[in-house]
Each structure stands twice: as C-alpha cells, then as structure tokens.
C-alpha cells in the first residue's frame, strides 16, 4: 500500500511539473511582438500553426488542447493580432480571446466614392451609417485606394482617413506635381477628371484620348459633356 501512495505521489508531482511545463511556462523562442492575420472561418490548428512557425508557441498541440478546452475557435474574430512567446499558452490565448487591440483590414477599390467606402464600413459594424462620410467629405478624391488595417475594437473614421490621404500625399510624387503644374492644372482639376475618366472610360488605354479631348473642352469653355460631370 505503501508503494502504491509513493508511485502515485510521484506520478501526480511529476504530471503537475509536466503541466506546468507545458502550459505555465512561457511558450516560445521569440519574445518579440508579432502580428497573426486570423480570417473568417480559419481552424485553430491554422492558428496554432501559424503561432509556431513565428516561434511564439513551442507545440502546435499543446496550444491545441488548451484552445480546444476554452472554446477557442468560437470566441475569437476575424483580424490582425499582437501576441509574444514571453506567456504561456493561457496568456497567449487570452491575448486572442481579449486584445486590448485587435487590427481589422479594409478594402477599398478604385473607383469607391465615400458613400461606398462608409456603406463597407457600415457593413462591418465599424461605424453607424454617415460616419465615415462625415469625416471624409471634404478629403474626397484625395483617398487612395489601398487595404488598409485599422483598430477593429475602437474604429474611429478619422484614422483611416488620414491613413488614406497620407498614402494618397506619398503617390503624389514630385513628378507628378511637376507635370500637374507644367500643364496649367491645379490638383483638384486633375482628381476631377480622373474621377470623370473612371467612370465614364472601360478601357484604361483611352484615358489619355479621353482626357485630351475633355481638357480641350474645358479650355475652350464648352460643355464636357460626360455623365459623371453632371453629377
């Protein structure tokens, strides 16, 4: 009887540093703050995967287990998170589970105006329909479209706009301005008739046949005589 309390004491102080080890411990090589791209519908063995490969866990199964136990796969949203190896698996976990800031990435074509872009916003759940819009009208034209990642838990539409305006202010090369300059036109008749030519031009390889004939128009003072200009 003696024996059997002795082994069994000792199985049970060994699976308690087991666990620990396991689960307490902190998990990876790699203390350094990643970013996890976690999408619509992605299975936790994706994530823990992905986790691994990035060295912030040390066993795919071991983070398994643990996301299995507490759900997981049904508490966490879709988007872009900050974790670190230097906590264990419950901290990593929690880190998903509850981030003090968890990213989100936003879509905008070319050729979205800003009801589009706040109608896609809206459609997320990151804002109340006109907030975006509010905020954006008098930048519009000067947004560049891109994918951009913003701040899922506590979206305010002024970040992406700068975001958006900032990336547009980068494309506008020297160059650009140079040429917008050499040919008489101010940055805002430029942004006007690319917005005519997208809208009203299939072909890419004729904006400059349709944008020479517009300009000569606009020059001579007659009607353009395009649908998006009467808008």
């Known amino acids: 009887m003696k024996k059997f309390i002795t082994a069994a004491f000792v199985v049970v102080v060994f699976s308690g540093i087991g666990y620990w ?12 703050p990643e970013y996890i791209q976690i999408r619509t519908n992605e299975r936790v063995g994706d994530i823990a995967d992905e986790l691994k490969a990035k060295n912030i866990i040390r ?12 759900g997981l796969d049904t508490k966490i949203l879709p988007g872009r998170y900050q ?11 929690n880190a998903l589970m509850h981030p003090k800031n968890f990213e989100v990435s936003v879509t905008v074509p070319e050729g979205f105006t800003v009801q589009d872009i706040d109608a896609r916003l809206t459609k997320m759940g990151l804002i109340s329909s006109g907030d975006f819009s509010l905020v954006a ?18 979206f305010k539409p002024a970040s992406l706009v700068k975001k958006m305006n900032d990336t547009f202010l980068r494309k ?6 140079s040429a917008v300059a050499e040919h008489k036109r101010t940055l805002k008749d430029v942004i006007i008739m690319a ?6 031009v299939n072909k890419k390889n004729d904006y400059p046949i349709v944008a ?14 395009a649908d998006a200009a009467q808008k």
């Open 21 to 32: 080890q396991l689960f307490s411990a902190p998990q990876g090589k790699n203390a350094t």
């Open 195 to 200: 917005s005519i030519l997208e809208k009203e």
């Open 172 to 177: 506008f090369t020297p160059e650009m301005q």
């Open 212 to 225: 020479g004939i517009l300009w000569k128009r606009l020059d001579s003072g007659w009607p353009l005589q």
């Open 59 to 70: 066993s795919s199964a071991v983070f398994l287990i643990d996301a299995k136990i507490i």
């Open 137 to 154: 009208r008098p930048l519009e034209g000067f947004l560049f479209p891109d994918t951009y990642f913003v701040i899922g838990n506590n």
């Open 83 to 93: 974790v670190d190896g230097s906590v264990n698996v419950q901290g990593i976990i």
